[in-house]
């Protein structure tokens, strides 16, 4: 992977070549994870109670913005937006609304945060990125921000934050907020550690080239591709990571089987590819999971057989055999170290978003040891998933790297080989069964460009939706600028 080391607070703008070379598009690490939601008040209160976070920015009403309500809530360096529509008056509080209805609550931002904005928008668009928002500031007595934003698999976007000149609560058009409940003395996570995308079958490659080419990321060293992990699972995992490490991105897609597996359930109930889960880094999963548990937080089983030879391939960790067993928290070991990590169950009605709390000792994988041990735990009678058991409806749900299962009747393993012969067959089946649902590489969204008041286009006139609801201040001469994004103010698609 690029070496970052050496230029890492250089401006991207005025850095030397030779530091553009070594890494084009140098982040700073994920700046949030946005959902658009149907109750953003209630989704507040429940990561506030169930998963410790703090509230604190909010963006309604009450400051001026008519269209959205928005809370920020954060805990360590991670940070959560949830979004929802009061009463949509725009093409921006439309296209929220459909999604919502369309998808479930979801995540519509993995926002990143980099040092400079408008090169990184350059870099990104010049290697055949999907142009949404073209860079812009937003200004309050807090300094400035700059953003603009990409497109990605499926809706979903990638906001480019330059937030290095601003040292407000978010964004400007949020005013700060005192938290929903007490936080907890300890906290629950520090940090996001990656975030996991379900794609199409057949396009896991071609969005693992998206990542090389417009972000210079570069695969990890584990995968779960055409190794023993697909023998075991109903999906093809690769993890796309930046030089640092800090922004880490798992893709899947479904792999031919008997049985739809749980990628394919995400994409029919999702109705596209998406985010399937987010996973937080801790430095106590016990304390954790205790914690969540005790909120109401409901975690996927794993059968006591898998402990009973744990010791024998992983080896000790820092936590007793009998802990792991009483909380299911699983274990991973490879050359670097080791690793805990442990799902809950899908944290709205449909099943497609969970998340994952994952502590690491050296390792940088993803639970893909887990595979084999749970198949064996089981006796075979499973239909285990990738990066970790997910559970739901009595269906196994799969996480990039890890390991799962789940008891499924009459299931059938494909092994590499035997899947291989059908994949040719079977993919444009597979293929049309969410074709109509989603749109090639390079399309825009489908949805028309925004409107406002006082003009039919935001590209022509130069106004966007911002979370604040006002008007475009740039035509009143004022230094803000609408755009309300879902993560950082960006607007709906307009191609760049």
């Known amino acids: 992977m690029a070496d970052t080391s050496t230029h890492t607070s250089t401006h991207l703008g005025s850095a030397p070549d030779t530091a553009r070379e070594a890494d084009p598009f140098p982040v700073k690490g994920m700046d949030a994870v946005v959902f658009a939601v149907g109750n953003a008040k209630q989704a507040a209160h429940y990561y506030s109670t169930a998963f410790g976070m703090k509230l604190v920015a909010y963006s309604g009403p009450e400051n001026g913005s008519r269209e959205t309500a928005s809370y920020v809530l954060t805990n360590g360096s991670a940070r959560f937006v949830f979004t929802s529509v009061i009463k949509p008056s725009t093409e921006w509080g439309t296209f929220l609304t459909e999604h919502v209805a369309a998808h479930g609550d979801g995540v519509i931002d993995l926002a990143i945060e980099v040092p400079d904005a408008r090169a990184a928008y350059a870099y990104a668009t010049e290697h055949g990125a999907r142009g949404i928002q073209e860079p812009y500031e937003l200004k309050d007595e807090h300094g400035t921000v700059v953003l603009a934003a990409i497109g990605t698999y499926g809706k979903t976007r990638h906001t480019l934050v330059e937030r290095s000149g601003y040292d407000g609560p978010y964004l400007p058009g949020f005013a700060p907020a005192e938290p929903i409940v007490a936080p907890p003395a300890k906290r629950v996570f520090q940090a996001i550690d990656h975030c996991v995308g379900n794609v199409e079958l057949g396009r896991m490659n071609e969005w693992v080239d998206f990542y090389h080419r417009v972000m210079g990321f570069t695969n990890m060293k584990e995968f779960v591709g055409d190794d023993i992990a697909t023998e075991y699972s109903a999906l093809m995992s690769k993890v796309v990571a930046d030089g640092t490490l800090k922004v880490k991105f798992p893709i899947n897609e479904p792999a ?38 005790a909120a109401g937080v409901q975690f996927l089983d794993t059968p006591d057989s898998y402990y009973d030879t744990l010791g024998e ?87 990039a790297g890890g390991r799962s299962g789940a008891r499924v009747r009459d299931c059938m393993i494909y092994d590499a080989h035997q899947a291989k012969v059908q994949w040719r067959a079977d993919v444009a089946r597979h293929k049309s069964r969410f074709t109509s649902r989603t749109r090639p590489l390079h399309d825009p969204l489908q949805h028309p460009p925004p409107t406002t008041r006082d003009g039919p286009s935001a590209v022509a006139d130069h106004r966007h939706p911002h979370p604040t609801g006002r008007d475009h201040p740039a035509a009143a001469g004022d230094h803000r600028r609408e755009g309300a994004g879902v993560a950082g103010g960006a607007c709906p698609d307009t191609k760049a």
């Not at 749980?262 to 999963?285: K, P, S």
């Open 256 to 293: 031919v089987a008997k049985k739809k597996s749980q990628i394919d359930e995400y994409l029919e109930f999702y109705g596209e590819a998406g985010v399937q889960h987010i996973a937080l880094a801790t430095n106590d999963i016990v304390a954790s999971v205790r914690a969540m548990r």
């Open 313 to 399: 391939w992983a080896g000790e960790t820092r936590v007793p055999v009998e802990t792991l067993r009483e909380l299911k928290i699983l274990v991973d070991r490879d050359e670097d170290g080791y690793l805990l990590q442990i799902f809950t169950k899908p944290v709205q009605d449909r099943p497609t978003v969970f998340f994952e709390m994952i502590e690491r000792h050296g390792s940088m994988g993803f639970g893909k040891g887990n595979f084999k041990a749970l198949f064996e735990a089981r006796g075979g009678g499973l239909r285990p998933g990738a990066g970790g058991v997910a559970l739901g409806g009595g269906r196994v749900r799969v996480v």
